[in-house]
């Protein structure tokens, strides 16, 4: 079947599937009400002095990190880290443009905090999804929609617009697959308006969330290919009815089900669909999530806040409460367990209100947050049963 072909047929299919959704999940609250913050123990303690950064890896200011966007476990229990290169100027538009060696993208840890490896300098204007599959390659996305950035061009050494793009790198740095088109925004089988987030499938199919909040096509949908990026299906876009999607943050393949898990940002919740996009389930009791992660024992560990709109918007600095939260429930039924609160001092936040922007966990059940708000990366470490 012809690419434009399957485009159209997915087309019909994430309409028809819009409609069931409507049918079969019920009345639901207005997605703008924000869940009140959980009253859950916390088995957790932070684990401040993880990792180890040389004196020439250090941040702005004295910062050990600029924005931390992203963090995965791969199968050999490594820790791989996705930021934007050390750099938090200006707050929520940092950028890995000409930042240069001392200043690499991707690095690898091992359990113990050894810094072992970084790679990917030159390939990222905007570092935002990340992951690592079965066979440890890292996959990546750039959400960069601007020609210039500081008055710089967006372009690597080569003079190729950076952004748009999904990328599959091996673990030594080599970019093995590339999907959407650099610089090009569009809402096509082959096109991006900002790619927020990527997971793989144990069969090695790919799913993207597509649509930051503000992208210029309105783009909010998760984008399903084929291990050898070839387009399969896509479903959602821009709505507050189940199903559609306002500001897809992250997604995550995982758990017994292989359930497809979005943080809906904006619309304050997790929903969880089949992988052929089936909605199975719609949860708001996670707060406004930005990341979400499902560990083998079927276990969600979401990233959120549960700031309530009326003490105004989440994505800057506060005086009041703190209620962004690492919040831990079952991938299945949606029941919450635990509630990790942030130790962060809101009046001070750089960035998002988001607690963990990405986060991960590993076969020990610690627990990595990669937090963009406050430039850092923090690691918890169970205590309790």
Known sequence: MKTADRWHRALALSFQIALSFVVTTGAQAPPDTPAPKPSLPNPYRLDPEWPTLSATMKGPKGHKWGEVIRVHVAPNGHIWVF????????????????RGDANPPILEFDPSGKLLKSLGVGLFAHPHGFTVDTDGNLWTTDTNDEETILGMPAKNAQGTAMGQQVLKISPAGKVLMTIGSPGVRGTGPDTFDQPTGVSIAPNGDIFVTDGHSGNQSK??????????????????????????????????VGGSKGYVYVADRQNNRIQVFDQ????????????????????KNDNIYVGATYQDPSRGPVNRA??????????????????LKYLIPDPGDLSKMTDTGTS?????????????????????LRKYVRVAP
Request: hydrophobic share 35%; glycine share 12%.
């Open 83 to 98: 930021h934007r290169c050390f750099n938090d100027q200006p707050n929520g538009d940092a950028t890995c443009l000409q």
């Open 219 to 252: 783009s909010a949908r998760v984008v399903k290919y084929s291990r050898d990026g070839k387009f399969i299906a896509t479903w959602g876009r821009m709505g507050t009815e189940p199903g559609n999607f306002r500001d897809p943050h992250d997604l995550y």
């Open 276 to 295: 052929q996009g089936t909605l199975i389930a719609g949860w708001k009791q996670f707060g406004q999530p930005s990341s979400v992660f499902v560990d």
């Open 318 to 335: 506060s005086t009041g409460p703190n209620d962004r939260a690492i919040v831990i429930g079952h991938a299945i039924t949606g029941e």
């Open 356 to 376: 963990a922007s990405g986060i991960a966990v590993d076969d020990r059940g610690n627990i990595y947050a990669a937090d963009v708000g406050f430039n850092n």
